[in-house]
């Protein structure tokens, strides 16, 4: 059996339940954001908006305001985002850390 490589995560995922809504291309979705790392989110869609790796998103919810993203990946209903780093964007994660957690 070959070994295989462990690929560790740059940033720890903690996992949530709160919902949003993704903007990709004009289309939209409400959806679940399923896990938040300083870095991303994965965010289950309720329908499908044919996002696709490397197209810019934006995210809307109650608990992190708004924020913009890449798509990183998508299977299925879910698709992960890498969020796009600010000084904005790293507070807005960390009050909801904070306050909702």
């Not at 996992?15 to 959806?31: I, L």
């Not at 996002?51 to 879910?78: C, F, N, P």
């Not at 000084?87 to 807005?92: D, E, F, G, K, V």
Request: hydrophobic residues 30%; contains cysteine.
């Amino acid at each position: 059996m070959p070994n295989q490589q462990v690929v560790e995560r740059k940033a720890k995922r903690t996992q949530t339940k709160f919902t949003g809504e993704v903007t990709c291309k004009g289309k939209s979705s409400r959806g679940v954001v399923k896990d938040l790392s300083p870095a991303g989110i994965c965010f289950q869609l309720y329908f499908d908006i044919d996002a696709k790796t490397g197209q810019e998103v934006t995210i809307q919810s109650e608990e992190l305001g708004h924020m913009s993203g890449i798509v990183h990946w998508y299977r299925g209903d879910k698709i992960g985002i890498r969020l796009l780093s600010s000084s904005n964007t790293s507070a807005q994660v960390s009050s909801y850390f904070k306050y909702f957690r």
